[in-house]
């Protein structure tokens, strides 16, 4: 299963700092890829649950659900055709 949110950041803003995707294996085992400022926004790989500078992915990926008004994107689609102007905020 792949989930994709949406949450409009300007790319000055400190979240933004950090973008990262992850994948839980069967084993419960965490990978996937990130990128920051510090890799020039270029996509890098972790392993193991471990973002380096970081930490741990997915405590990361849960404190999003803290601090933020998240949407998965396939609503706010939804939302933004059939009202385009629609406040999304």
């Avoid at 950041?9 to 419960?28: A, P, V």
């Avoid at 400022?37 to 405590?59: M, Y």
């Amino acid at each position: 299963m792949f989930l994709c949110f949406l949450n409009r950041l300007s790319h000055q803003e400190e979240l933004r700092d950090l973008d990262f995707i992850l994948f839980q294996k069967d084993d419960g085992d965490i990978t996937g890829f990130y990128s920051s400022k510090i890799t020039n926004n270029k996509p890098e790989r972790f392993e193991h649950d471990n973002i380096p500078g970081v930490g741990s992915a997915k405590k990361q990926f849960y404190s999003l659900f803290e601090k933020n008004k998240l949407m998965l994107a396939i609503d706010a689609r939804a939302i933004l055709r059939k009202n385009p102007a629609a406040n999304l905020d």
